[in-house]
Each structure stands twice: as structure tokens, then as C-alpha cells.
């Protein structure tokens, strides 16, 4: 137990840098203050990201945080964080990289004046205002989370903060700093005084204790710091971090930043998405890697919290942060929860909103269930619409149930955000003929939030067993040089690489799903989306078609092609077993026949041996 | 048409009475007999006595024909909007005030 008041003068603050997203607290830095405060040690968050958000325009920001590309927010801080070493002071990846920049508006000049002042401009004075309107010289220690773009930001503060207050020790962490990117930074950049590799949970309090005790760091599992001008690393926990023993996070100090900035209301609703964790590890990935997947590089191990814990979470949180969505930052919901949280949530009558990503095998049952249970919002990996694809991804899962899954979740309310990757070894033209040929009978369903060539990430598959998969070019992504200095090995600090396949399909290959899915979007945007319901009567249905606009027409079919219809509207099913459900005495390959028309119409979806039927219940909440 | 249960001793029964058959068919008829049997047993399901079932026939589904099903096929689709749908109420009496 720890002695009241022992480390009461030993203060902590956790910082969030640009670039994470304004409409959502930081779960790393809000759970790690809820247990480094059990231990007694008096710790503040700052989400100094919301200072820098409102300072250079909430949405322009918004639009840096969700770019997939260059490292525009890494190289924006980069100056700051490496002054005379930084590789870009000229601003070169603005020209070398231009196709691929963020789209903030205007031309490709305004949009590089705009990068430009920001980078030039905003940013140190953003630094500097930072630096003199928050109580650093209480702190013995701050702390940074870094994911994804939080690198730079985080050093060039941790450079200002060394600078004027040499005693703060400044701990990193958070998954930029995962397996060998961690201690590299820690030997190359020299604000980093020490770095957590993996998870936190327990050894962030450990390493203030030791801090504050004058103990050696060396009996803190894995920490990586600089001892006599050598990195040492000490041995990583043993025993995974159990999701039962971790508290709520406390997001308090977010609150009170955010209305202080005015980007959330003092009163009334508030559009923030609380992040629950309800599980780590991905149980899918334990037994079958997704090979384009860098996530959970030794977390894979897959574990959740206990049902009743979780309830009793979402309760308190809704109450103390008067917000009642949820954003579930696991890797994949625990098919657990489908028996035990989900009814109970039902039972509850709560009024929950929350997100979760899914395996994409869910049936009709389970996505009534979520549903019901206030999950209104999931993610689930589809990636493609051809099972050839998904075999050679290791996703363990059919077009075809991709295909049950948009459409179940379309007729119960559930948003779905989903991608659409290609670029993997082994693949044929053939994949993506099809695709592109089936993709304007899918128009009714939600169409995909990206489509694009595979990302490859450290970590996946697709890296670890680069030889395997047969890639010729594997280097770190062209914006990370304009962004690190020389000294710093970018082999061991990317995470996204750029490579070559060999035997890969070119671009143009995939320029039709490129044009189909832009299709499939826009067909979406307009005032009257695209619809494809049917009404049914037993033995008689009739299916309205208006997936092209303004070209609806009735199909009315009656008798057994009503019931074969039907038969296959529930889940996937085949020929034979529809055959052996209705009675019939049409022949198995009869039926296949009959199936095959329904597809050339664009009324089933076959799969193989696999049919479905495309078409959703016009009436709704069955 | 119901259901037809049965027992395996029963079809222990009727394949021995079948098999008296036996020297009198041809090895194509043989062979067909065998194939209409193992045709029939893909349909069978066990309830939960044990007993087998054979499903009852769909009314109607053993008179359609491939040929009558691709025919009704080709006539299913009529080109034309989506009606209006929902519930027209009318309002009844003076709403106006006046």
C-alpha cells in the first residue's frame, strides 16, 4: 500500500501533441493519470492538441488528422523538434510529394503557403504559448503518448521543456515506441530521457515510484534509456496487463480544456465519443495474422473485461461526462460480449451509442442484437469483395459474408465504416474483373470509406516475412526522410514502408475498382440513395429495384422462384441445402441454373457454392 | 401433405423386400434404383425421437419445371418508379380556425 502523502509532491502531466483528433479524449493519457493517481502521485493531463487544433482552424486540423499519406504533421513539427538537423527546412517534400498532400483547399500554392505559415508561423508560437501558460515547474516528470503523427509535436515541446526546466524527467511512450522504434529514438534524440516499450499500465507507475524513490530503473520492465551513451533496455513485464484490474479512465481535465477553448459546449449535449477499452489483443490474430495487419506488435494475446465491469463503465462514464457515445478502441469485440454484454445492455433499456469493430462473420441475429444494444456504429474488416483476395489476406472470411454483412447491418440502422485494399501477392486480374462487375449490384448497400493499395505497416505479416511474400523493395515511406535527421535510423523508426512485389499486379489493374467504388460513393451522395427491398407474401414477392437512378422497375416472382428467393435472403446458403429446406424436386443443378439468373440480374450474389440473395426486407425492424 | 416419419428397423424391412427385386433388374436399372435412394436420403433429417423425415413436397414445387421457373424469370421484371408508399391520412373537418 502506498504511505499517504508519500509521493504527494512528486508531480506527473500526461500530454496529447497534435496530431489526434479534438472530438475525442486521449484514452492512454486519461487511463495511465486514473493509475498512476492510485499510487499516490498527483498527475495532470493536457490535450495540448486542442490549443494547436483551434489556433490553426478546428476543421482545417481535423483534415491533417485523418490524411493518410505523407507525413504532413510529423514534418510540420519537424523544425521545431530537430532544429539545425532538420532534413526539410527548404519545404522540398511540399513539391516532391504534392499529389499526395492533405486536401485543405485551394491550389497547390495556397495550399503550400498555408503548410508553410503553419509550420513556420503557428507552430512556434503555438510552442511558446504552451510553454509559459502551463505550471511546468511543478512537474518532476512529463509524460508523452505518441501514435501514429504525435512524434514530432511531442519532441519539439519535450526540446522547450528540457531547455528551460532541466530537472523534468520526460517519459515516451504509446505505440510509436513499440519494439526496436523505441530505443532507436531514445539513442538518437536527446529530449527523450526515457521510453515505456509496450504496454503502460503497470510500469508507468512503477518507473514514478522508482523516480521518486531514487531506486534504479533497471528493475522497471520495459524501459529504454541512455546509460553512459549506450541504450539499455530493460526486459519487457512477463504477464500480459489484465483488462479486469484497469479502471476508467478519467477524462476530466479534457472537458474542462475543451469548453475552456470553446470547441465543446459548457452545457447541453456533446458530441464526443468517450474511448472505452473493453479488450486488447486480437483472438483472430492469435490463430490467424491478417497479413497487410501491423497492429498488436506482442499484445496479441487477446483479452477482455469482465461484461459487468464494462456495464458499470459505460454507467459511471455517462455520468460523470455527460456524453452517452462510446467509441470501443479494441482491435475486435470479443464474440463473448454477443451472450453476455450485448443482452444485457438490451435487458438494461440503456441508451448508449457505441462503436466497435467486428469480424465481418456476424449474422442476422447478431447484427439485430448490436442493434438493439446501441451499437450503432461498428467496423468491420471487410477489405474485399472477392474470396480469393480475403484467402490470400488470411481473413478468414467469404465475399459473400462481407457481402450478408453490409446488408444486415444496412436494414438495422448500423453505420458501417469499411475499406477496400488490393495490391497483395498472389492476386489476378480476374479478382478485380469481378469485382468491378458485381459492385453495381451492391449499390443499396454502404459503399466503403477508402479504396485503395494495401498500406504496408511494421509488424504484418507482409513485413516480418518479407521474403515469403516475395517483396524485391521494402524502405521506409518517402515523407519520413524529410522529417527525421540523418542520425536517426528511419529502418528502425517507420512504420509505414514503401516496397515492390514481385509478380504484383500494376495499377492500372485496379483502375476499374478505383472507378466502381467512386461510383458506388457518389450514387450515395445523392438526394435519393440507392434501394433494392422487397415485399413478400408466403410463395409471392415482389423486389423494387432502383440502384440506378432513375431507373426502377418490379420484379415479381411467385411460387418456388419466391421461395428460392427467399431461402436465400437469412445468410449464405448453397443449392443442395436450399434444395433439402424447401422440398423440392427440382434438381440441385436446376436450382444453381435458376440462381445464376438471379445473379445475371443483379438479385443474388454467388459466391462459389455460396448464394445470397441481395435484396433487403422493405419492411423495417424484423 | 405431411411429413413422413419412419424407423430404421422400417426401412430395414423395405430394403429387404427391395433387395427380392434385385435378380430381376438390369445393372442400369440397378443402378438407378440405387441413385434414386441415395437421392431421397439426402433429403432425410432425424427429429428429435430419432426418427427419420422426409420433408412433405411444397405445394406446387413438383410441378414446376426448370423450363416453366427460367420462363417466369424472363417476364418478372416491369420497368417503372417506386410507387408512393406509407399511409395517406386525410384530414378530416376544418383545420383552418376560421
Avoid at chain 1, 433499456?349 to 447484427?367: D, P, W
Avoid at chain 1, 467504388?517 to 434501394?531: E, H, I, L, M
Wanted: aromatic share 10%; with cysteine.
Amino acid at each position: 500500500m502506498t504511505p499517504a502523502g508519500k509521493y504527494s509532491s512528486w508531480h506527473a502531466v500526461l500530454v496529447a501533441m497534435p496530431f489526434i483528433e479534438t472530438r475525442r479524449p486521449s484514452i492512454q493519457i486519461g487511463l495511465l493519470k486514473t493509475l498512476a493517481a492510485a499510487r499516490g502521485f498527483p498527475v495532470r493531463t493536457l490535450h495540448a492538441n486542442l490549443d494547436f487544433a483551434v489556433r490553426i482552424d478546428v476543421d482545417n486540423y481535423e483534415l491533417l488528422c485523418q490524411h493518410r499519406g505523407p507525413m504532413v504533421g510529423e514534418w510540420l513539427f519537424s523544425v521545431e523538434a530537430f532544429p539545425e538537423a532538420a532534413p526539410d527546412p527548404d519545404a522540398r517534400m511540399l513539391d516532391d510529394l504534392a499529389d499526395r498532400l492533405p486536401r485543405l483547399g485551394g491550389s497547390h500554392q495556397e495550399l503550400r503557403e498555408m503548410l508553410l505559415r503553419i509550420r513556420d508561423v503557428d507552430v512556434p508560437a503555438y510552442l511558446d504559448v504552451l510553454l509559459e501558460s502551463f505550471p511546468w515547474q511543478e512537474a518532476s516528470v512529463v509524460g508523452f503518448s505518441s501514435t501514429f503523427q504525435q512524434n514530432t509535436a511531442s519532441f519539439a515541446l519535450a526540446r522547450r521543456l528540457k531547455r528551460r526546466y532541466p530537472h523534468i524527467v520526460t517519459v515516451f511512450g504509446g505505440a510509436n515506441f513499440d519494439d526496436e522504434m523505441g530505443p532507436e529514438l531514445v539513442r538518437t534524440i536527446d529530449c527523450i530521457d526515457v521510453a515505456v516499450i509496450g504496454e503502460g499500465d503497470e510500469t508507468f507507475p512503477r518507473l514514478l515510484a522508482a523516480l521518486a524513490d531514487g531506486t534504479s530503473l533497471d528493475a522497471v520492465p520495459g524501459l529504454a534509456r541512455r546509460v553512459d551513451g549506450q541504450v539499455k533496455v530493460t526486459p519487457s513485464a512477463s504477464v500480459a496487463v489484465q483488462l479486469d484490474g484497469l479502471p476508467p479512465p478519467d477524462y476530466a481535465e479534457y472537458f474542462q480544456h475543451a469548453e475552456d477553448l470553446g470547441i465543446l459546449p459548457r452545457v447541453g449535449y456533446r458530441n464526443v465519443a468517450l474511448p472505452i477499452e473493453t479488450a486488447r489483443g486480437c483472438w483472430w490474430g492469435a490463430k490467424h495474422h491478417c497479413t497487410f495487419c501491423g497492429l498488436n506488435r506482442k499484445a496479441m494475446p487477446f483479452r477482455s473485461k469482465s461484461p459487468h465491469l464494462v456495464l458499470s463503465e459505460l454507467e459511471s462514464q455517462v455520468k460523470r461526462y455527460r456524453t452517452f457515445r462510446f467509441e470501443a478502441v479494441d482491435n475486435i469485440m470479443d464474440t463473448a460480449y454477443l451472450t453476455k454484454l450485448l443482452p444485457a445492455l438490451v435487458e438494461n433499456e440503456t441508451g448508449y451509442e457505441i462503436f466497435y469493430e467486428v469480424k465481418a462473420n456476424l449474422s442476422r441475429a447478431q447484427l439485430k442484437l448490436m442493434a438493439q444494444a446501441g451499437v450503432t456504429h461498428i467496423q468491420p474488416g471487410i477489405e474485399s469483395l472477392s474470396s480469393n483476395v480475403l484467402r490470400l489476406m488470411r481473413k478468414g472470411v467469404r465475399a459473400i459474408q462481407n457481402v450478408n454483412l453490409l446488408r444486415w447491418a444496412q436494414y438495422y440502422d448500423i453505420h458501417v465504416d469499411w475499406n477496400l485494399l488490393w495490391g497483395f501477392p498472389g492476386e489476378t486480374e480476374r479478382d478485380y474483373s469481378d469485382q468491378v462487375a458485381v459492385i453495381p449490384h451492391l449499390f443499396h448497400l454502404p459503399p466503403p470509406s477508402s479504396a485503395n493499395r494495401v498500406w504496408l505497416e511494421r509488424f504484418s505479416p507482409l513485413f516480418t516475412e518479407s521474403d515469403k511474400f516475395q517483396l524485391t523493395r521494402l524502405v521506409p515511406e518517402r515523407s519520413y526522410r524529410y522529417v527525421y535527421p540523418d542520425a536517426v535510423d528511419l529502418e528502425r523508426v517507420a512504420y509505414f514502408f514503401d516496397y515492390d512485389l514481385d509478380g504484383a499486379l500494376p495499377d492500372s489493374a485496379f483502375a476499374g475498382m478505383r472507378q466502381a467504388t467512386a461510383d458506388w460513393c457518389s450514387a450515395w451522395r445523392a438526394s435519393k440513395p440507392p434501394v433494392l427491398k422487397y415485399w413478400s407474401a408466403p410463395h409471392f414477392i415482389q423486389v423494387y429495384d432502383e440502384r440506378q437512378p432513375g431507373q426502377g422497375g418490379t420484379y415479381t416472382f411467385e411460387g418456388t422462384l419466391a421461395d428460392l428467393y427467399l431461402a436465400c435472403s437469412n445468410r449464405p446458403t448453397t443449392a443442395a441445402a436450399v434444395r433439402r429446406e424447401l422440398g423440392l424436386l427440382l434438381p440441385t443443378e436446376a436450382i444453381q441454373e435458376l440462381f445464376g439468373a438471379f445473379q445475371e440480374r443483379g438479385l443474388m450474389f454467388v459466391d462459389g457454392q455460396f448464394v445470397l440473395a441481395l435484396a433487403l426486407p422493405a419492411v423495417k425492424a424484423r | 401433405m405431411a411429413n413422413l416419419t419412419f424407423t430404421l428397423k422400417e426401412i430395414e424391412d423395405l430394403a429387404h423386400k427391395v433387395s427380392a427385386l434385385d435378380q430381376f433388374l438390369s445393372k442400369k436399372e440397378h443402378e438407378l434404383l440405387l441413385a434414386i435412394f441415395a437421392s431421397a436420403a439426402e433429403q432425410v433429417t432425424r427429429n428429435k425421437a430419432g426418427r427419420g423425415v422426409f420433408p412433405a413436397p411444397q405445394q406446387g414445387a413438383g410441378s414446376a419445371t426448370l423450363e416453366d421457373l427460367q420462363q417466369q424469370l424472363l417476364k418478372a421484371y416491369i420497368p417503372g418508379n417506386e410507387p408512393p408508399h406509407g399511409i395517406n391520412a386525410k384530414i378530416i373537418g376544418d383545420v383552418s380556425g376560421s
